[in-house]
């Protein structure tokens, strides 16, 4: 098992769960280096004052904040444990409130992270894990991880529990700056608009969707290393709106049709409630559903809410 990236505990009211946390992505990323190309040396990096134009020596260098151009105040290591300080040394994931799943908006994620229990902190932790479980709420928490205080949301995902570490309000900068404004959309190509997206709609299945970018950088480099000839791409110009919209939508709607003969509406296949779905999966078919009081439904009572709304 890798080594955690950050130990503490989850508090929730007076109930304290020591936690260890590990990332729960492993990107798979090629990584390039620069290179000086006569000799295949790898290119060098120096820390240099650039007001002596020298190298400087690692006891050296600290961290400042720049108050004015050219005023700054010096950091030290006690300063940064001070802050932290009054947070319990910074180790604690607190959480103040408990909110349905869908009411986050996905801009708020930031990383993903599991959290284990530490040793002797398995039963407080299954508690904590079966609770989210039960209810389908989420826990809003604070953590102060890597010198700065963060947002986090703790769900339930295959037994354990995951932290979505998050943006705060702040941070996230408003959509709304980024709309068309007020645009006439007739109603025909809105009817088209919708039925191409209900053609196309389902459950949403990862393992489908795959890094081609990324292999056929590895393809290229098979070939290079191999002395072979790589092609030159040739890039489109840039894609043209259509004359008429919605000739282009109802061509789309005809394709989507022999693509996908029978719709797929709300992520279902079939109308038995999705009980081979997870139960976030259920949650959002119920929201969309406009079932009430899903989030305090088991899972069983979420497929069978699902079943009949449905019907």
């Not at 259920?282 to 709304?309: C, F, I, T």
Request: glycine letters at 6%; aromatic letters at 6%.
């Amino acid at each position: 098992m890798p080594r955690p990236l950050w130990t503490g505990a989850i508090s929730f009211g007076l109930v304290n769960v020591p936690v260890r946390m590990f990332s729960a992505v492993r990107e798979h990323k090629l990584h390039f280096n620069y290179v000086h190309e006569p000799d295949g040396s790898p290119i060098g990096y120096q820390k240099v004052c650039k007001a002596e134009d020298r190298p400087v020596p690692d006891e050296e260098i600290v961290k400042a904040f720049e108050l004015e151009p050219g005023e700054w105040v010096y950091m030290t290591d006690e300063d940064f444990e001070a802050a932290r300080a009054a947070d319990e040394g910074g180790r604690t994931i607190r959480i103040s409130d408990f909110v349905p799943q869908e009411e986050i908006d996905p801009a708020y994620f930031e990383n993903s992270y599991h959290l284990a229990p530490q040793a002797g902190a398995e039963r407080p932790y299954a508690l904590l894990a079966s609770a989210l479980e039960r209810t389908g709420l989420t826990g809003i928490a604070t953590l102060v991880m890597r010198d700065r205080e963060h947002l986090a949301a703790l769900r339930f995902r295959e037994g354990a529990i995951v932290l979505e570490r998050m943006h705060f309000a702040d941070e996230v900068q408003p959509a709304a700056e980024h709309a068309p404004g007020e645009v006439d959309v007739a109603d025909s190509e809105l009817s088209a608009a919708v039925e191409l997206i209900e053609r196309l709609a389902g459950s949403f299945e990862p393992e489908r969707y795959e890094d081609t970018y990324r292999e056929r950088l590895c393809d290229i480099i098979r070939a290079k290393r191999k002395g072979e000839r790589v092609p030159v791409a040739e890039l489109d110009e840039e894609a043209e709106q259509p004359e008429d919209l919605l000739a282009a939508l109802r061509r789309s709607v005809e394709e989507a049709k022999r693509r996908r003969p029978a719709a797929r509406r709300n992520g279902r296949n079939g109308g038995d409630g999705g009980s081979s779905a997870t139960k976030e999966e259920l949650l959002e078919r119920a929201r969309r559903l406009g079932v009430e009081g899903r989030s305090k439904m088991s899972k069983a009572e979420l497929a069978d809410a699902v079943r009949r709304a449905s019907r």
